[in-house]
């Protein structure tokens, strides 16, 4: 029996000091303010506008994520006022239906996509290097392009409104309602293209946080001992990199089968729409706990530590957070016990959403536990996470009643679901989010609150939340359905429609009251003292406001937690300053947390800003409808991913880094296992779940759409065979090329082998397309169209691969590399082998298809 | 004195907590264990919390908070109510007999219905369905454009219609009697309007006129039924 006692100090985990492992001399005092100087010259941003557009910095990103999230939630909150106006009565001839199909949409589209994702993924840019102990993340230029595309993607979202073109397909996007045929307006565009743009910022933000929290930790804080939120958001991005790319092909076929007439979706055609249904939800249930994991991390970092003890169950929690992951990609199918699929199936869906409770409960358990073994003090923060409780839990009981198949055919779109939705997703995002909030505050703008309008808030909102959905359940059962406008035939729902429309306005005063003590307390705050919490973790083991490159010199065995605040500041713990004038950071062993190398980062640069304007550029084209201009596009995304290789790496070697007395490591540059070489194994797990999620396409519609089997095809010709060998042949070549090339990369034969690969690059894009001549019709049938996919998929990659193959070719030639930097060719061999596996995947799938039929 | 003004509450034509079939019945008998069993589970965890709070700091046991109410506490509770729902939804399938079968074929905003008439032969309807009381019927779906759902709260659950696809819903009214029903999965415009009536008549009487609902027979409709 494990007993934690309430006076432990340890509070990070409970495990035995870190010092045992490892231990590094402390380097030798200066004074904190010069250190300061030459840190923040480094590291601040630019000044006045050039500065907005050329940041890169995680804290001036991770708080514009925030703050624009927040913008956002306010739209979307309006949208929902106007909702809850028009059902106040039964015959609410406040909007009409087009227009109340549009803002019910949008409410979701905007809640879900530019409010949850977007605050989560804010939180976490800003939070985690800071709690990890690390300057900045792992990519700081993928922050900022993933912010300018959230910026851009979320702002056509929001004025196709104002335009009166928004999406009113509802925010599930259910074929074929949302096909050309039913939808013509440019209205499902908006959703399927605005959406996949901003989701290049879902997996940017998720590829980040998995490298951040696996190699940027303090010098000796081993994965076993690293924060809980740490756990929790390296969940929540595992899921994303899973959970985003179901949704990402779904509204790229979608939008092909309404631009190009490829019948992915469509019954007469070999299409089936309940492949849309399984793509969606593959995605939007997962997305679920994508939203609350990080909510739930806030709750375990902040819990113990306004508990004045340690967590309780550290191990037991981490195995939730595993478990949740786990479990949560198994349960899609409760979203569509309707559409009829046997009940045995069901069941086991049922069995598995029901388990879902149990890791739930388990850190339920926990955080009750903590409460018991330490002194809960009553400071706001504690206040939103009674808010939590007092919401959540009866949303997870109202989601263990939807998971049971016989009632959900009765609550199934229904008000009740509503009811249900929102307990969990207010309960369990935004009253934690609220507590964060707060609870951060002091370190983002170094104020102290000011006293009396945060309680108000937090009351406004609670009993808001209450008044509004509590009895929405009995609306539901009631009989009330989702998505409907005015209800004449039935008086019964108008007095509970009324209830929750009231406290609807009472919830929105709340919120606002919330966002204005939140300006106060920026403006009028008096000055917070240091680690106002007397919180244990790193990310209060800095001056407030926290300062642009977070530690003076970075946390490591001997400065563990807030208590080194100072000798953090004099610059005694690891890598202090920046004598070379560039941002650096300590990268670690994954598992161990043993310092590996210095990496580099970027510093302000425009470019984040014109890739995303380059990508917009091509959505721009497709949205518009001038699909001759989306090559333009592909090329201006080419040339500025191009730019991007360009700063990187460096043409001479560079002595080691002194980390600490007797401790010198080398730069990145100087190293094969980079945190770039990580984050392109992270991008390839959500790559190739995308191909996963075509491939279960294929499966899908061959099993259960009703028109097949497919129409005689034409492409079992000798040139198609022949073709194709010759792509994989080229591809396995330059696989080949690609090792030889940072094999040989001290020698002349190292830029030769580059040019073999870059030209079996070529070679294998000019059979893929003989091949895509010789397809069959892709407007046929959903096999062809599918095909065309899965050409088009091979192509894409086989770009990649040859630009990496030209910039290894490039790195010869300008002399980046040498025996000790290997330059880009590492990469290339991981996307080289990438292409190879999937296409020839792709080969035997096909071939099996033509030979079996 | 109080019940009696909730009871009154719960009723409404479109009422799931006003069962008047199997199917229903047997749901609300679900939602009213699972309210009771939920009811008491929050005031459990509410009641934990505001002891958790007022206990001054003490020990805590991972053995008793994670695994004794965390994992056993919570697995049993499921297993039962897994088990008990599964049960339940097994006795509301359709299944191989010889039960009456009628045809549901739903179209942007219009449900189209074919049943047996006065002399055996079956006729065609627009948004009114007529079956006999006390029988167990199949509802066969199918749906013409885009996806709708087919939902009679007091007799049953909801069933999908879905292009390409054929949906076979069981169903039973006690009584004789007017049933509500509506398209539940949001259709486009008219999704507000697309509203049905089950008529449940006594099979023992003559039956009712179906003049007045009658339609033209769909495309391709009757062929859907079996």
């Given at each position: 029996?494990?007993?934690?006692?309430?006076?432990?100090?340890?509070?990070?985990?409970?495990?035995?000091?870190?010092?045992?492992a490892?231990?590094?001399?402390?380097?030798?005092?200066?004074?904190?303010?010069?250190?300061?100087?030459?840190?923040?010259?480094?590291?601040?941003?630019?000044?006045?506008?050039?500065?907005?557009?050329?940041?890169?910095?995680?804290?001036?990103?991770?708080?514009?994520?925030?703050?624009?999230?927040?913008?956002?939630?306010?739209?979307?909150?309006?949208?929902?006022?106007?909702?809850?106006?028009?059902?106040?009565?039964?015959?609410?001839?406040?909007?009409?239906?087009?227009?109340?199909?549009?803002?019910?949409?949008?409410?979701?589209?905007?809640?879900?996509?530019?409010?949850?994702?977007?605050?989560?993924?804010?939180?976490?840019?800003?939070?985690?290097?800071?709690?990890?102990?690390?300057?900045?993340?792992a990519?700081?230029?993928?922050?900022?392009?993933?912010?300018?595309?959230?910026?851009?993607?979320?702002?056509?979202?929001?004025?196709?409104?104002?335009?009166?073109?928004?999406?009113?397909?509802?925010?599930?996007?259910?074929?074929?309602?949302?096909?050309?045929?039913?939808?013509?307006?440019?209205?499902?565009?908006?959703?399927?293209?605005?959406?996949?743009?901003?989701?290049?910022?879902?997996?940017?933000?998720?590829?980040?946080?998995?490298?951040?929290?696996?190699?940027?930790?303090?010098?000796?804080?081993?994965?076993?001992?690293?924060?809980?939120?740490?756990?929790?958001?390296?969940?929540?991005?595992?899921?994303?990199?899973?959970?985003f790319p179901?949704?990402?092909?779904?509204?790229?076929?979608?939008?092909?089968?309404?631009?190009?007439?490829?019948?992915?979706?469509?019954?007469?055609?070999?299409?089936?729409?309940?492949?849309?249904?399984?793509?969606?939800?593959?995605?939007?249930?997962?997305?679920?706990?994508?939203?609350?994991?990080?909510?739930?991390?806030?709750?375990s970092?902040?819990?113990?530590?306004?508990?004045?003890?340690?967590?309780?169950?550290?191990?037991?929690?981490?195995?939730?957070?595993?478990?949740?992951?786990?479990?949560?990609?198994?349960?899609?199918?409760?979203?569509?016990?309707?559409?009829?699929?046997?009940?045995?199936?069901?069941?086991?869906?049922?069995?598995?959403?029901?388990?879902?409770?149990?890791?739930?409960?388990?850190?339920?358990?926990?955080?009750?536990?903590?409460?018991?073994?330490?002194?809960?003090?009553?400071?706001?923060?504690?206040?939103?996470?009674?808010?939590?409780?007092?919401?959540?839990?009866?949303?997870?009981?109202?989601?263990?009643?939807?998971?049971?198949?016989?009632?959900?055919?009765?609550?199934?779109?229904?008000?009740?679901?509503?009811?249900?939705?929102?307990?969990?997703?207010?309960?369990?995002?935004?009253?934690?989010?609220?507590?964060?909030?707060?609870?951060?505050?002091?370190?983002?703008?170094?104020?102290?609150?000011?006293?009396?309008?945060?309680?108000?808030?937090?009351?406004?909102?609670?009993?808001?939340?209450?008044?509004?959905?509590?009895?929405?359940?009995?609306?539901?059962?009631?009989g009330?359905?989702?998505?409907?406008?005015?209800y004449?035939?039935?008086?019964?729902?108008?007095?509970?429609?009324?209830?929750?429309?009231i406290?609807?306005?009472?919830?929105?005063?709340?919120?606002?009251?919330?966002?204005?003590?939140?300006?106060?307390?920026?403006?009028?705050?008096?000055?917070?003292?240091?680690?106002?919490?007397?919180?244990?973790?790193?990310?209060?083991?800095?001056?407030?406001?926290a300062?642009?490159?977070?530690?003076?010199?970075?946390?490591?065995?001997?400065?563990?937690?807030?208590?080194a605040?100072?000798?953090?500041?004099?610059?005694?713990?690891?890598?202090?300053?920046?004598?070379?004038?560039?941002?650096?950071?300590?990268?670690?062993?994954?598992?161990?947390?043993?310092?590996?190398?210095?990496?580099?980062?970027?510093?302000?640069?425009?470019?984040?800003?014109?890739t995303?304007?380059?990508?917009?550029?091509?959505?721009?084209?497709?949205?518009?409808?001038?699909?001759?201009?989306?090559?333009?596009?592909i090329?201006?995304?080419?040339?500025?991913?191009?730019?991007?290789?360009?700063?990187?790496?460096?043409?001479?070697?560079?002595?080691?880094?002194?980390?600490?007395?007797?401790?010198?490591?080398?730069?990145?540059?100087?190293?094969?296992?980079?945190?770039?070489?990580?984050g392109?194994?992270?991008?390839?797990?959500?790559?190739?779940?995308?191909?996963?999620?075509?491939?279960?396409?294929?499966?899908?519609?061959?099993?259960?759409?009703?028109?097949?089997?497919?129409?005689?095809?034409?492409?079992?010709?000798?040139?198609?065979?022949?073709?194709?060998?010759?792509?994989?042949?080229?591809?396995?070549?330059?696989?080949?090329?690609?090792?030889?090339?940072?094999?040989?990369?001290?020698?002349?034969?190292?830029?030769?082998?580059?040019?073999?690969?870059?030209?079996?690059?070529?070679?294998?894009?000019?059979?893929?397309?003989?091949?895509?001549?010789?397809?069959?019709?892709?407007?046929?049938?959903?096999?062809?169209?599918?095909?065309?996919?899965?050409?088009?998929?091979?192509?894409?990659?086989?770009?990649?691969?040859?630009?990496l193959?030209?910039?290894?070719?490039?790195?010869?030639?300008?002399?980046?590399?040498?025996?000790?930097?290997?330059?880009?060719s590492?990469?290339?061999?991981?996307?080289?082998l990438?292409?190879?596996?999937?296409?020839?995947a792709s080969?035997?799938?096909?071939?099996?298809?033509?030979?079996?039929? | 004195?109080l019940?009696?003004?909730?009871?009154?509450?719960?009723?409404?034509?479109?009422s799931?907590?006003?069962?008047?079939g199997?199917?229903?019945?047997?749901?609300?008998?679900?939602?009213?264990?699972?309210?009771?069993?939920?009811t008491?589970?929050?005031?459990?965890?509410?009641?934990?919390?505001?002891l958790?709070?007022?206990?001054?700091?003490?020990?805590?046991?991972?053995?008793?908070?994670?695994?004794?109410?965390?994992?056993?506490?919570?697995?049993?509770?499921?297993?039962?109510?897994?088990?008990f729902?599964?049960?339940?939804?097994?006795?509301?399938?359709?299944?191989?007999?010889?039960?009456?079968?009628?045809?549901?074929?739903a179209?942007?905003?219009?449900?189209?219905?074919?049943?047996?008439?006065?002399?055996?032969?079956?006729?065609?309807?627009?948004?009114?369905?007529?079956?006999?009381?006390?029988?167990?019927?199949?509802?066969?779906?199918?749906?013409?454009?885009?996806?709708?759902?087919?939902?009679?709260?007091?007799?049953?659950?909801?069933?999908?219609?879905?292009?390409?696809?054929?949906?076979?819903?069981?169903?039973?009214?006690?009584?004789?009697?007017?049933?509500?029903?509506?398209?539940?999965?949001?259709?486009?415009?008219?999704?507000?309007?697309?509203?049905?009536?089950?008529?449940?008549?006594?099979?023992?009487?003559?039956?009712?006129?179906?003049?007045?609902?009658?339609?033209?027979?769909?495309?391709?409709?009757?062929?859907?039924?079996?």
């Open positions: 029996m494990t007993v934690t006692s309430p006076a432990d100090p340890r509070a990070i985990a409970p495990s035995e000091p870190m010092v045992d490892l231990d590094i001399a402390a380097n030798p005092p200066r004074r904190a303010l010069a250190l300061h100087r030459e840190l923040d010259a480094v590291w601040r941003d630019e000044p006045g506008w050039r500065g907005f557009f050329t940041s890169v910095n995680h804290g001036t990103i991770g708080l514009r994520f925030m703050v624009t999230a927040f913008v956002f939630f306010a739209i979307g909150g309006v949208l929902a006022m106007l909702i809850r106006a028009q059902l106040a009565t039964q015959q609410g001839a406040f909007l009409d239906l087009d227009l109340y199909n549009q803002i019910f949409t949008m409410h979701g589209t905007i809640m879900m996509f530019l409010f949850a994702i977007p605050m989560l993924e804010g939180l976490a840019l800003w939070l985690l290097p800071k709690i990890l102990g690390a300057r900045d993340m990519f700081p230029r993928l922050s900022a392009l993933g912010y300018w595309c959230y910026f851009f993607g979320g702002s056509v979202i929001v004025l196709s409104l104002v335009f009166g073109v928004a999406p009113d397909d509802g925010w599930f996007m259910y074929t074929p309602l949302s096909d050309r045929t039913h939808s013509p307006g440019v209205n499902a565009d908006v959703w399927l293209l605005g959406v996949t743009f901003v989701e290049i910022s879902a997996i940017a933000a998720a590829i980040e946080i998995t490298v951040t929290i696996l190699r940027c930790r303090a010098g000796g804080m081993a994965l076993t001992r690293m924060p809980l939120m740490g756990w929790y958001l390296l969940g929540t991005a595992v899921m994303m990199l899973v959970g179901p949704l990402i092909l779904g509204s790229i076929l979608l939008e092909v089968q309404r631009a190009f007439d490829w019948p992915f979706f469509e019954v007469a055609r070999g299409g089936d729409p309940l492949l849309w249904q399984h793509l969606f939800w593959l995605f939007g249930h997962p997305e679920v706990y994508i939203i609350f994991l990080p909510a739930a991390g806030a709750l970092t902040i819990i113990p530590i306004l508990s004045r003890t340690t967590i309780l169950g550290y191990g037991a929690i981490v195995a939730a957070v595993a478990g949740l992951v786990f479990l949560s990609f198994g349960l899609w199918v409760h979203h569509m016990f309707t559409v009829g699929i046997p009940h045995m199936a069901l069941a086991f869906f049922s069995a598995a959403s029901a388990l879902v409770a149990v890791p739930t409960a388990i850190q339920i358990f926990a955080w009750i536990g903590t409460m018991w073994m330490g002194q809960v003090q009553f400071r706001l923060p504690m206040l939103y996470i009674m808010g939590f409780f007092a919401t959540f839990v009866m949303g997870g009981l109202t989601g263990v009643m939807l998971a049971m198949v016989p009632f959900n055919w009765q609550a199934h779109d229904t008000h009740f679901v509503v009811a249900h939705l929102h307990y969990v997703l207010i309960g369990g995002f935004v009253f934690p989010m609220l507590a964060a909030v707060s609870y951060w505050m002091p370190l983002i703008c170094g104020r102290w609150r000011v006293r009396g309008l945060g309680e108000a808030a937090f009351w406004l909102i609670l009993i808001g939340f209450h008044g509004t959905f509590f009895l929405m359940h009995l609306t539901g059962l009631l009330m359905p989702r998505r409907i406008a005015i004449p035939a039935n008086p019964e729902w108008e007095w509970l429609n009324l209830i929750s429309s406290f609807g306005m009472v919830m929105a005063a709340g919120f606002a009251l919330f966002a204005f003590d939140v300006v106060m307390q920026w403006l009028f705050g008096r000055r917070s003292w240091r680690n106002p919490w007397r919180a244990p973790t790193l990310d209060w083991a800095m001056p407030l406001p300062p642009s490159y977070n530690f003076a010199s970075l946390p490591g065995p001997r400065h563990s937690d807030a208590t605040l100072l000798p953090l500041a004099r610059g005694e713990g690891l890598l202090p300053g920046a004598p070379r004038g560039w941002r650096e950071t300590l990268v670690v062993e994954p598992g161990s947390g043993k310092p590996d190398h210095v990496a580099v980062l970027a510093h302000s640069t425009l470019l984040p800003l014109q995303s304007a380059a990508i917009g550029s091509f959505f721009a084209a497709m949205l518009s409808g001038f699909y001759w201009l989306a090559p333009v596009g090329l201006l995304t080419i040339w500025a991913g191009w730019k991007w290789g360009d700063i990187m790496g460096t043409d001479r070697d560079h002595p080691p880094a002194q980390v600490a007395p007797g401790l010198a490591l080398p730069l990145h540059f100087q190293r094969r296992n980079t945190l770039a070489r990580t392109t194994l992270a991008l390839l797990l959500a790559d190739g779940t995308l191909y996963a999620s075509l491939m279960f396409g294929v499966g899908f519609l061959t099993v259960v759409a009703p028109n097949w089997p497919a129409p005689e095809s034409g492409i079992a010709t000798l040139p198609n065979l022949l073709a194709a060998l010759v792509a994989l042949g080229a591809m396995a070549l330059g696989l080949v090329a690609s090792f030889r090339a940072e094999t040989t990369r001290t020698t002349p034969m190292g830029a030769t082998w580059a040019m073999v690969g870059l030209g079996t690059g070529v070679l294998a894009l000019a059979a893929l397309a003989v091949l895509a001549y010789g397809l069959d019709d892709p407007t046929r049938h959903a096999r062809d169209a599918l095909r065309g996919v899965v050409l088009g998929f091979a192509v894409f990659h086989g770009v990649v691969a040859s630009l193959a030209l910039r290894s070719l490039a790195d010869h030639r300008q002399g980046r590399v040498s025996a000790a930097r290997v330059g880009a590492p990469i290339w061999q991981l996307f080289q990438f292409w190879l596996g999937t296409s020839a080969f035997i799938l096909i071939l099996a298809q033509e030979v079996l039929t | 004195m019940p009696v003004p909730l009871l009154a509450a719960c009723d409404g034509p479109l799931t907590l006003e069962p008047s199997p199917a229903a019945r047997d749901v609300a008998i679900l939602w009213w264990a699972m309210l009771a069993g939920s008491l589970i929050t005031l459990m965890v509410g009641a934990m919390l505001v958790a709070i007022r206990n001054k700091g003490g020990r805590a046991s991972e053995r008793h908070w994670i695994w004794g109410w965390g994992l056993g506490f919570t697995l049993s509770v499921l297993t039962v109510l897994v088990g729902s599964l049960w339940l939804g097994e006795r509301m399938l359709a299944r191989a007999d010889d039960a009456l079968e009628v045809s549901a074929h179209a942007q905003w219009e449900w189209r219905f074919i049943q047996p008439g006065p002399d055996g032969q079956p006729v065609a309807t627009l948004d009114t369905l007529y079956v006999p009381a006390g029988t167990s019927f199949d509802v066969v779906i199918t749906s013409e454009d885009v996806i709708h759902s087919f939902w009679v709260p007091q007799l049953g659950g909801k069933m999908d219609a879905i292009p390409g696809h054929v949906n076979r819903h069981r169903l039973r009214a006690d009584a004789p009697g007017v049933y509500e029903g509506l398209c539940a999965e949001f259709c486009g415009i008219g999704h507000n309007f697309m509203r049905f009536t089950v008529i449940a008549y006594d099979p023992a009487l003559p039956m009712p006129d179906m003049s007045e609902a009658m339609a033209p027979f769909a495309d391709n409709q009757a062929e859907m039924l079996p």
